[in-house]
């Protein structure tokens, strides 16, 4: 699977939506391979690094690569745990992804 991502976009919300998206696209397509994860975990990590340097932060590849990867696993984790209680407490489960939402806004 490829993944193809305009990194251009400013705002933080955008990053988020395109973190959405590819979290998306791994949901319709099944459990991804080593190769797509690192894919992933690269257009991410572009992402960024773009993000550090619009705000005037220094940053190693490799830190980024770590906040990528940290990234991507509170986003799989959030849909998991609401998706777990979304039937039973649709509430919590909404309010279990506005709350990531926002803290990755915050980032």
């Known amino acids: 699977m490829e993944l193809s991502w ?3 976009q ?3 919300t955008a990053s988020v939506v395109k973190l959405l998206i590819a979290l998306d696209l791994i949901d319709r397509s099944g459990v991804p391979t080593g190769d797509e994860l690192e894919g992933y975990f690269s257009t991410i990590t572009e992402m960024v ?5 619009q705000s005037g932060i220094e940053m190693t590849a490799a830190e980024a690569h770590a906040q990528a990867v940290a990234l991507f696993c509170q986003l799989v984790g959030a849909m998991v ?3 777990a ?3 039973a407490d649709p ?3 909404d309010e279990i ?5 926002k803290q990755l806004r915050n980032r």
């Open 49 to 53: 690094l773009d993000h550090a340097r």
């Open 81 to 83: 745990v609401s998706r």
């Open 97 to 101: 992804l506005t709350i990531n939402r």
């Open 6 to 8: 305009k990194a251009d």
């Open 85 to 87: 209680v979304a039937e």
């Open 10 to 12: 400013a705002q933080p």
């Open 91 to 93: 509430g919590l489960s």
